[in-house]
């Protein structure tokens, strides 16, 4: 009895093993369906697709914040031009340094400007770092932008360097669209290699503006290279010209560029609060009528800035 017993117990147990090791494939194989085949991180072809997915992904943003300045711009209302008369402006704003950028943006605003140069800008960089109205937090600024929207301007920046995180370089902006658009590095540079400049065309009533905006180098031999390649450049433009910049130089700008009228602002740019020497410039083509022209220097731009801001207005014929 007690041997039949133990059989009829033995083969419970069999079968109570197989049952459990039934269960546990069932529960293996349902494990692998739900997370398909587990492959290494780093096996080649599943990275080539990780990557894919990844590079997809960064274009599609690039994509969208594109469309969403081609939108911004096509929503900016074009200001009249009244009797072509246009009010020009060249303003090194030492990176809106010290956020003073809101200030640069308030002399621009007084005076009523249709095209901007500006030498000296930064794209989110730190040390231009500036307040968020919306989060009351210091936060990095992309200059360009923020002038952008503020003034209603199209603008276009051109890179020197990267600088502090981010960019920095020079910009023009006009209440006009910017058309043909280009930059450049001089090929004579100092060291650090950031002297730059950028050139593009506004319509007005038919009639095409070359605009050009540079920055040249404080070493005075590099400095007189580079205002020899841009005559150069300039030399073989069939368009009405107006030339921009700080020129680190107050000796031979008008001799470099004599084929040009000078703004003719009485005074001197730099430094702004006590001018001893005018390194900034507005030119202009002899077919160019000028109907004024000013140094900024109120206390306002002494304030916004290391250099005084130049004013010109020019009618065009």
């Known amino acids: ?84 008369n246009i009010r020009f402006m060249s303003y090194n704003i030492k990176a809106g340094w010290g956020l003073k950028l809101n200030e640069v943006i308030e002399v621009v605003k007084m005076n009523n400007v249709d095209v901007l140069a500006v030498q000296e800008i930064d794209v989110n960089t730190d040390r231009s770092a500036d307040i968020n109205v919306d989060t009351g937090r210091v936060e990095r600024t992309n200059q360009v932008e923020k002038i952008e929207d503020e003034l209603g301007m199209y603008g276009y920046f051109f890179k020197a360097i990267e600088y502090d995180g981010g960019d920095y370089g020079i910009a023009l902006f006009s209440v006009l669209p910017l058309v043909a658009r280009s930059g450049s590095f001089y090929l004579n540079q100092p060291e650090d290699g950031e002297n730059v400049y950028q050139t593009a065309e506004i319509n007005l009533d038919g009639i095409s503006l070359f605009l050009c905006n540079t920055h040249l180098s404080t070493d005075q031999s590099v400095c007189l290279k580079q205002m020899d390649e841009l005559s150069e450049m300039l030399e073989k433009k069939q368009n009405d010209i107006i030339v921009f910049g700080d020129f680190n130089n107050s000796k031979n700008v008008l001799e470099v560029f004599d084929s040009f009228h000078s703004d003719g602002a009485l005074g001197n740019t730099y430094p702004a609060d006590f001018p001893k020497a005018k390194i900034d410039y507005i030119l202009y083509s002899p077919s160019l009528e000028k109907l004024h022209s000013e140094i900024i220097s109120n206390e306002e731009a002494k304030f916004a800035s290391d250099h005084l801001p130049i004013l010109v207005d020019l009618k065009i014929k």
């Open 1 to 84: 009895m007690k041997i039949k017993g133990l059989k009829t117990f033995s083969k419970f147990l069999l079968f109570t093993c197989l049952f459990v090791i039934l269960i546990c494939f069932f529960l293996f194989m349902f494990a692998l369906d739900s997370n398909d085949v587990k492959t290494d991180n780093n096996d080649p072809i599943i990275n080539i697709f990780e990557e894919k997915e990844s590079f997809d992904l960064g274009r599609e943003v690039k994509e969208i914040e594109k469309t969403k300045k081609e939108e911004k711009d096509e929503e900016k209302i074009i200001r009249p031009i009244l009797n072509g």
